[in-house]
């Protein structure tokens, strides 16, 4: 079956712009997490939503926002861009978030703020 | 809050040979869950290896098994009969089993494995 799906791969943006960000979870699932990853941070948790609704949420400001559709796909947003949010944005599914089996991981969105 | 520490930042083994990857946590949680997640170049984080806190048996997949000590808070990986394939890099993570932050991960700062011929 399809894995995880990331769109786009590389977005360059502009300081004080906005981003959106795309995810498809494995067909069936129902958990769509975000995480962050950067050089000096490492990998940081953003979110997770489960049935459309936002069901944890990391230290991140409230610049970053997201969203889950109906048929489970995911957005995640940032407004007004900083340097600073220059990153990998990785995305993950699972069954239902909650489980033993870990997460399947898309291959991300590299994203250049300048 | 719970916490993940990988002490090695690079690693090289020679193809064939045996290599360990350490990591450490921290928790006042007894109930968590373990793992190790490999991203090669490809970007993409790939599931190695997993560990229920409440087995005492240590997780075996293939070429890859875990090394899992709860009361010294230790889960390392360790990698037989290393292959080209598995350079990349590694990274140990950590998510309760408190069902209100289950669906977190906490990684660790991972580890650049290296393979030579």
């Known amino acids: 079956k399809a894995g995880v799906t990331q769109t786009p791969r590389y977005l360059i943006k502009t300081r004080g712009q906005q981003v959106t960000l795309s995810c498809s979870p494995i067909?069936?699932?129902?958990?769509v997490s975000w995480y962050q990853q950067t050089p000096g941070q490492g990998l940081q948790f953003l979110f997770e939503?489960?049935?459309?609704?936002?069901?944890n949420k990391g230290n991140f400001p409230g610049r970053f926002s997201g969203r889950q559709f109906s048929n489970s796909r995911s957005e995640m947003n940032v407004s007004t861009l900083e340097l600073g949010d220059s990153a990998l944005y990785l995305c993950?599914?699972?069954?239902?978030?909650?489980?033993?089996?870990?997460?399947?991981f898309g291959s991300g969105t590299r994203l250049t703020v300048v | 809050a719970q916490t993940v520490t990988q002490s090695q930042p690079e690693m090289s083994v020679q193809e064939a040979e045996t290599v360990t990857l350490s990591c450490t946590y921290d928790?006042?949680?007894?109930?968590?869950?373990l793992f190790w997640y490999k991203q090669p170049p490809s970007r993409q984080m790939i599931l190695v290896i997993r560990?229920?806190?409440?087995?005492?048996q240590n997780a075996t997949e293939n070429r890859f098994s875990v090394n899992f000590q709860k009361a010294a808070k230790s889960f390392s990986l360790k990698i037989s009969d290393s292959q080209l394939g598995d350079a990349a890099m590694y990274f140990c993570?950590?998510?309760?089993?408190?069902?209100?932050?289950?669906?977190?991960?906490?990684f660790g700062t991972g580890t650049r494995l290296q393979v030579t011929l």
């Open positions: 993950a599914s699972s069954l239902e978030g909650r489980t033993e089996r870990g997460y399947t």
């Open positions: 067909s069936g699932h129902r958990s």
């Open positions: 939503y489960f049935s459309e609704t936002q069901r």
């Open positions: 928790t006042s949680e007894s109930d968590y869950y």
């Open positions: 560990q229920e806190a409440y087995k005492q």
């Open positions: 993570a950590y998510r309760s089993g408190n069902t209100g932050t289950a669906s977190k991960l906490t």
